[in-house]
């Protein structure tokens, strides 16, 4: 029997009800200095604005991450909602999830599938780039993220 493991979307209606639809603005700006957006509504307006990274959109019924496959990029949902499956296991994910990040940093295949479930905006998360940053980092540090990591990994 299938089991909801878990579920995970920052509340979008709340950040339109503060008036947020571009990450950019500078309404978005002051609400973000406001201190009334949790951490996690932070890191998803930081990333959804990055410069950094490229958008994509994803059809319905998309796979957009194989178990047992490397993990290529990694992705910032922005709007839409996904499953994730691992045997009997699943995972609901929707704007403010990041995918394959965690598993694309230590080169580790992923656990799970992810399929599209409604048509899905993301941002992409080049590894390379992260890669490029991490190895500038200590030796130490780059020790340090990587135990972190994979006993994140190993918890989920």
Do not use: C
């Amino acid at each position: 029997m299938p089991n909801l493991r878990a579920s995970f979307a920052v509340d979008s209606e709340r950040l339109k009800g503060f008036g947020i639809i571009d990450p950019r603005s500078a309404q978005t700006q002051e609400i973000f200095k406001s201190g009334q957006l949790s951490s996690d509504e932070r890191l998803y307006l930081s990333l959804w604005g990055s410069p950094l990274l490229s958008s994509i959109t994803f059809e319905p019924k998309r796979k957009i991450i194989a178990a047992g496959e490397p993990i290529e990029q990694a992705y910032l949902i922005v709007s839409g909602t996904l499953v994730g499956t691992e045997g009997d296991d699943i995972y609901r994910f929707g704007p403010g999830s990041v995918l394959g990040l965690a598993e694309g940093v230590v080169n580790k295949a992923s656990k799970y599938s992810v399929i599209t479930v409604t048509p899905v905006q993301a941002r992409v998360i080049p590894l390379h780039r992260i890669d490029a940053i991490v190895a500038k980092l200590p030796v130490e540090v780059r020790s340090i993220m990587q135990t972190i990591i994979k006993r994140t990994l190993a918890l989920t």
